[in-house]
């Protein structure tokens, strides 16, 4: 068979999505200037494809340690247009300034252009650290957004929200005090597939800059009351986690897409290349998902 594509896909990908949309593979990863996103049509050629800038630090409440971009085509009160949500921090690049926000294209093309959207709204006061957000859209329409938050015992965890349209959150927000498999620290980076009438939640665990970082895994009926952490059902282990022997260390932040027919699903995370502490060794995997008879996501 010959080979499609070589893991990793680029020398670069922290927090990496990738999605297809009318046969073409877009791929996007955190730069910190921005947000830049490429096309190809090999998962193989997103190696050397041009980057097109579609977000730029274009306000000081949003113009530094910009993170996590994720896009989203979504059937909303402007039609089915893509939404690019992303972290960003203030001009003084302090950390805690850090809130969610989402930018919308002017048409069905990923590639922009896009404008400015609105700052989602987190909390009440708007005054709390937010990062890693994205929508759930269930197959009835209605919409959830998901984001790693504070407080936590956790440092930081998982919270959610209902959401009225694209851009805007409802009602109250609940955290989810989920697994940590062992870690003290972190749970961030949620991100979900809806299938066989379950939704099922991504998140990592422990330090996204440590070899042990690992990705976990929740599931809840699409029916359920998903603010209500009694509705998600806990996988036991880690779905995916470091494997020493290939040299394999800190798999998280993932992301699903489809394949170009829209027949497989498959998921796209970061992998550290190295056991040492740091940020900088972070490179994007792609992986094919297989399901399990009872309808689970099986990941290999």
């Not at 190809?40 to 579609?54: I, S």
Request: charged share 20%.
């Amino acid at each position: 068979m010959p080979r499609t594509f070589q893991n990793p896909l680029t020398p670069g990908g922290a927090d990496p999505c990738l999605f297809t949309y009318k046969g073409w593979y877009y791929f996007s990863w955190t730069r910190g200037n921005g947000v830049w996103i490429r096309k190809a049509r090999r998962m193989e050629d997103l190696k050397t494809a041009a980057d097109v800038q579609v977000v730029k630090p274009d306000s000081p409440e949003r113009s530094t340690m910009i993170w996590a971009p994720e896009f989203h085509l979504i059937d909303g009160p402007n039609g089915k247009r893509w939404y690019c949500y992303y972290t960003a921090a203030n001009e003084k690049s302090v950390d805690d300034s850090h809130r969610m926000y989402v930018a919308e294209s002017a048409s069905d093309d990923p590639m922009g252009p896009y404008q400015f959207k609105a700052r989602v709204l987190t909390d009440p006061k708007d005054e709390i650290y937010a990062i890693d957000g994205g929508p759930i859209v269930l197959p009835d329409g209605k919409l959830y957004f998901t984001w790693c938050g504070r407080p936590s015992s956790a440092g930081q965890g998982i919270y959610i929200s209902r959401m009225s349209d694209p851009w805007t959150t409802t009602g109250n927000r609940a955290y989810l005090d989920l697994n940590g498999h062992g870690c003290r620290v972190v749970r961030e980076g949620p991100n979900a597939i809806v299938r066989n009438g379950k939704v099922f939640l991504l998140y990592s665990v422990c330090s996204a800059n440590e070899p042990g970082y690992k990705l976990a895994m929740v599931t809840a009926d699409v029916g359920a009351d998903l603010l209500n952490l009694a509705s998600w059902q806990s996988h036991p282990l880690p779905v995916i986690a470091r494997v020493d022997q290939n040299g394999v260390y800190g798999p998280g932040h993932s992301f699903f897409f489809k394949s170009l027919d829209g027949k497989e699903d498959w998921i796209i995370y970061h992998v550290k290349q190295t056991t040492e502490t740091t940020y900088a060794d972070r490179v994007a995997f792609a992986m094919k998902l297989t399901w399990s008879k009872e309808g689970t996501p099986v990941f290999a």
